[in-house]
């Protein structure tokens, strides 16, 4: 199947994801997987791996049976066994991590180079990935390098965030500057330096998106922000004016064992945003810090323990800093304090 013209307006973004981030080649094989909401994004990549002479296998979630689904369809999959390289772009439904996992388990085993643009737009293929991502490689290479051997990091905001993170200098920094290799998929648009920590202490202040369905059912959280507060890397106490977002969040972060857990610590690497615009997908790569519950990508943080459930959580113009060291100032990167 074909998912349709290419729209001029997206194909400079898709040629950046083709020919910098995945490096695809001619003669390569690339599964390229999306659903009815993506198929202007589907259609611009398909065009842009075609410019390149890669022979391209479609195909469309919806063929496979009625969403949200559940598992990842055995046609998919298949694809991706025989792929060199794997795209997958589409909106998150609620209940489906479990079949996007399902994918990601097999770009892992197989080591193939993996976009996964879950949420991606035709706004966002005209902005995040348009960066610079030579530059975004750097920021984040310098970043990975310091925390490293960093001790503590300190995360405020004016909005009410504060807390303190410690790290187990047995896992790692993991890399996602939007240069795919087979070691490490990545999230398009790219930009991101992440961990397992392990410890988070503190309150974090969710007052732009959260992650999974949340970012669609209620979109940017600026006026009704999520207050959670962390104590040794668990979700203590959840308060929201809306309820109903209260109750949903705090259930979803006790679905299993560790559902609670802070599994995730990021910056957001991105030079190329001026301004988050509510969709997770790329503002989680705004210049920052952002954390997730739930499971700690353990195949590349390194991390012992699994959860069922992941959900990122956004906040607005940080301050950080690396030990005693400030390095963002107002969601801005003091690159002078990185060796840029």
Known sequence: MTFGPASPDLLPGAKNAVET??????????????????????????????????????????????????????????????????????????????????????????????????????????????????????????????MLRAETLTVKTEAGTQFAAHFDRGLDWVKTSGLISPRYWSNLPAGEVFTTPATVDGTFVCDATAGDHF???????????????????RLRHVECERKDLEEEFWDYCHTDENSDRVGELAFGTNLGLSEMIGILLQDEKFPGVHIAFGDPYGSQTHANWKSRTHVDVLTRNCDVWIDQDQIISKGRYQLDHLGL
């Open 21 to 146: 981030c995945l490096a695809i080649k001619s003669g390569e094989h690339v599964a390229l997987i999306a659903d009815e909401p993506s198929r202007a994004v589907a259609a611009s990549l398909a065009a842009a791996m075609d410019n390149v002479h890669a022979a391209c296998t479609s195909l469309l979630l919806e063929e496979f049976g009625p969403r949200p689904i559940k598992s990842a369809p055995a046609a998919v999959l298949d694809a991706l066994e025989t792929a060199d390289v794997g795209v997958l772009c589409m909106n998150p439904q609620p209940g489906e991590l479990a079949a996007r996992m399902a994918i990601v388990r097999v770009v892992e085993r197989r080591q193939i180079r993996y976009a996964h643009m879950v949420g991606v737009t035709p706004e966002i293929m005209q902005q995040g990935m348009r960066a610079d991502y030579r530059m975004v490689d750097r920021l984040s290479d310098k970043l990975r390098e310091r």
């Open 215 to 233: 970012n669609g059912k209620y979109g940017d959280l600026q006026r009704t922000p999520l207050i959670l507060e962390i104590e040794g890397a």
